[in-house]
């Protein structure tokens, strides 16, 4: 269980059809909000809201910014959410500014919590949750794809291969899912050992040598003499 205990200011004064106050003193023991989680599902429980005469729960952010989730008209004071940025706002009188509380979802299965964006199959939503990465460049690499690298990314405008706002995209971090690995060890170089895990030879260049060996099985003494000098002038 996370308690969220701190108060910031209010961004959404006109969503909520109301003024926003000051930011309320961290150290008041006023409204608070819990998260809750259970069976990898994450609900928020809100407690200290007796004295409001009025209450909601607002999502923040993205094309949902002021949905409410939860409000004193519901009859209940817990909602199931997904993992994501909202905001309690509360009123003591409806005809003085509201205050306001930040609560912040994360993922609560674990598995969850560590997911990560595979460039190759991510649709363009999920592309930009990686750092650096809007709507243009989401779209780039769905064009350019597949990738075989992180050094490969350095083909989607404004992330040179090494830079450091590549290295960034592949970390995540705060708002970002870091960057799946590549299904080989990260680089997308072959290993020393590959061919000797397939099963494989080593490759051996073309020379033509081949056709000229096959040519010599057909012949006698006298004709492979002059196949054998035919073989290194094309070795040569």
Not at 70 to 96: K, N
Request: aromatic residues 4%.
């Amino acid at each position: 269980m996370r308690k969220i205990i701190m108060a910031a200011p209010a961004a959404l004064a006109l969503v909520l059809g109301g003024t926003a106050a000051a930011s309320a003193d961290p150290g008041d023991r006023g409204p608070s909000a819990d998260i809750v989680c259970e069976d990898g599902a994450a609900t928020i429980v809100v407690e200290g809201l007796d004295d409001a005469e009025r209450w909601q729960i607002v999502t923040v952010g993205g094309d949902d910014a002021g949905i409410s989730v939860l409000s004193d008209e519901d009859g209940a004071t817990s909602v199931s959410v997904e993992p994501g940025e909202y905001e309690l706002a509360w009123w003591v009188d409806v005809d003085l500014p509201y205050d306001t509380l930040p609560i912040e979802v994360s993922p609560c299965d674990e598995d969850v919590a560590q997911l990560c964006v595979d460039v190759n199959t991510a649709d363009e939503e999920e592309l930009q949750r990686l750092k650096h990465i809007g709507p243009d460049r989401a779209a780039q690499i769905i064009e350019l794809r597949p990738f075989t690298s992180i050094d490969d990314l350095g083909r989607v405008s404004g992330l040179a291969a090494g830079g450091e706002r590549l290295k960034e995209l592949v970390a995540g971090g705060g708002d970002f899912l870091p960057l799946c690995p590549f299904e080989d060890d990260g680089t997308g170089k072959p290993t020393e050992d590959d061919d000797e895990e397939d099963g494989l030879p080593e490759a051996l260049p073309d020379t033509g040598a081949g056709m000229a060996l096959l040519a010599l099985a057909g012949v006698g003494a006298i004709g492979a003499a002059g196949g054998l000098s035919l073989l290194r002038r094309r070795l040569n």
